[in-house]
């Protein structure tokens, strides 16, 4: 009997043991089947419902779409056309430096206290630029600004690649700031009539506001240098002429490209490699900045016109 007693009690904390464990494993095992139905769950639904719309495409949400908005009249390959390095190369062959040699009176040492005497002659060396704008058997021409050449004794012309040849004055339009030189071509050797290239000029009227433009030129006399930016606007009305009487206005493009001294007579191409203008200083004030002006290339034609007669 002690035997059996001693077994019996021995099965009995057993058995606890027994059922605690199979509890706690039931506990376990629910907790487990529902983290991984949890998981399906979630990864199911992600699947079918309509996911959140990003900032950027609520913003799109509000705006209208191709067909509800008017279309635009863009030409998308006078901003995408050729790069700024592309019109350097094409238009540098087709510009030039210009220095001019004139002479100035001055008054004599006397004259500054009164007294009478010649006024004494004074040489003075100007810089400007210009293009080529046609070639014909025996000559190039070079449009530039009146005032690069005004009062010349002496002209001369650089090419791209630095060789320099005596220039004559064709024509000149001191109202529109505009004049016409010319190069024989049997005074340029080989090597330079194999680098420069005469420009292609734009349609009149051709330019609209907000277009790439890049412009080149002499500035300041250092040598050929290169800008770019936009055509600001077209048709600027802005009175140059010192004459109180004369009241008319030339037109001018506007640009943000930097144009300083050097760069009058040079040219303002569009991205297509097109010449829109001639630039010029005149018009320029020390007072503001991004502000540069071009002669608009119909006014180039007409005096292109007048050196044919």
Sequence with gaps: MDYDLQKEEERGPRKKRSVW????????????????????????????????????A??????????????????????????VSDIAQIGLPSTVAITNISV??????????????????QKTTSFGSGIIVEQTEDKYYIVT?????????????????????????????EKDDLAI???LVSEIPEETLAAISVARLCQAGDVIVGEGVVAIGNALGYG?????????????????????QDEEANSYIQTDAAINPGNSG????????????????KVA?????????????????????????
């Design 285 to 309: 004030s020390t007072e503001v900045e991004g502000m540069g002006y071009a002669i608009p290339i119909e006014r180039i034609e007409i005096l292109m016109e007048v050196c044919r007669a």
């Design 145 to 173: 600004n009146y005032h690069v050449v005004e009062g010349s004794r002496e002209l001369s012309v650089s090419f791209t690649d630095e060789y320099t040849v005596a220039a004559e004055l064709e024509v000149t339009s």
């Design 58 to 83: 609520r913003v799109e949400q509000q705006v209208p779409t191709a067909t509800e908005r008017p279309p635009l009249n863009v030409d998308y390959s006078r901003t995408s056309g050729y790069s």
């Design 104 to 121: 100035q009176e001055v008054n004599s040492y006397f004259g500054l206290f009164g007294f009478f005497g010649p006024p004494q002659l």
């Design 224 to 244: 050929m240098s290169v800008s770019s930016g936009v055509v600001s606007a077209v048709d600027r009305q802005i009175r140059t002429s010192n004459d109180p």
């Design 181 to 183: 030189v010319s190069v």
């Design 266 to 281: 040079g040219a303002l191409f569009n991205m297509r490699g097109e010449v829109i203008g001639v630039n010029t200083v």
């Design 21 to 56: 464990s199979r509890l706690l494993a039931l506990v376990l095992a629910a907790v487990i089947f529902g983290g991984v139905a949890a998981f399906v769950f979630d990864a199911v639904y992600s699947q079918i419902k309509e996911p959140e719309p990003t900032a950027a």
